[in-house]
């Protein structure tokens, strides 16, 4: 294996362990180019639902039990929390709310620290092991952080992260904090933030941020995990929230693997939400762009997805194209209604993670979906991870009702 250009007319290889951010000759984004396994597509199902059985942590681990597809690493190098594993949970008021037959969640919410972060974070810290790191650093909205404190606590290493001051969730940040992080403030958004970082880029810190192609490779896993779930054959629809892109990069790449080792003859349409006023994303779909304007001030309350400038989005539309999917976006007032009703469906979710179930209701209604489509919704935060949201929405509602009666 090694490290590639993402963009093919460069295509600039590196050796695997190259703590390298970017292209070196066109700056473009770095992607792990992963070598055909040696089995079978049938044997590799087959090892890898055995390994199911096993007391190895790797094989318990959601993420590196798919390791014929991921960087190699010696078993005691591995950083693991026992991640991933994550449970596919059928939507019925949800379903009803989005008008679809067939709606089931899968609940990245559900990981050590709650977030989809760890299933990346698993193989980043690793890799950052393996270069005998002794600080790693990531600029966050909060949960990129609570998982780097966790993974970097577990390696026992230097685990430092740049917030943007005052726009992280408590629950967030008492996480990072009970981790040991070092937290770093800073004034302005998440891009100011990762900005500072990455002028301190070459400070002796590894750059754990969601560039990083090894974080890349641990979210893939969240795919194999969900094809495995539903005996390799596809629904007809992904759904997920779009911010920094990353988790959009990570499938699209994942989709790429997956059929081209011929575990899958079929993708699933991959639809990506965005937050109305954190949109780059969707502007650029709606309006054919070939490339993305930032949002200089992204505003939303799913804070999660509350960033500009995303990184990863080239990656992420080659994976919107080649699935004949789509991009779109919704109010706050449709994420903050979508995911009262995944709380009444006994799921719970981060504000961030709701967009998914807007989303997909307003394809709904427009008839851009079929009512018998299958859909899998990814939730990406749990419940807990923003507990102030909640209180205040149903503060509001109180209010609402008192001053009506
Ligand atoms: C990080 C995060 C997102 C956004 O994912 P990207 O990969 O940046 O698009 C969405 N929801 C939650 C809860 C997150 O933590």
Redesign the pocket.
Known sequence: MQLRCFDPDCATTLPLHDAALECPRCHGLLEVEVDAPKQSAAELKELWASRRRSRDARDISGVWRYRELLPAYDAKEVVTLGEGNTPLVRGHRTAEYADVSDLQFKHL?WNPTG???DLGMTVGMTEAVHMGAKVVACAS?G??AASLAAYAARAGVTGRVYLPAGQVSLNKLAQALDFGAEIVEVDGSFDDALNTLLAKANDGIYFLN?INPFRVEGQKTTMFELLDQLNWQAPDYLVL????????AAFSKAFEELLRFRLIDRAPKMIVVQAAGANPFAQMWRSGAATLTPVAEPETIAT??R?GN?RSWQKAIRGVKATGGQVLDVTDAEIGEAKAVIGRDGIGC?P??AATLAGLRKLRTSGEIPASASVVAIL??HVL?DTNFIIQSHKKHAEANHAHS
């Open positions: 919410g977030c989809f972060k909205t949960n990129t969601s929230p779009g911010g920094n892109l990353g988790n959009s999660a997805i960033i995303p981060e961030a993670s990406t935060g991870k």
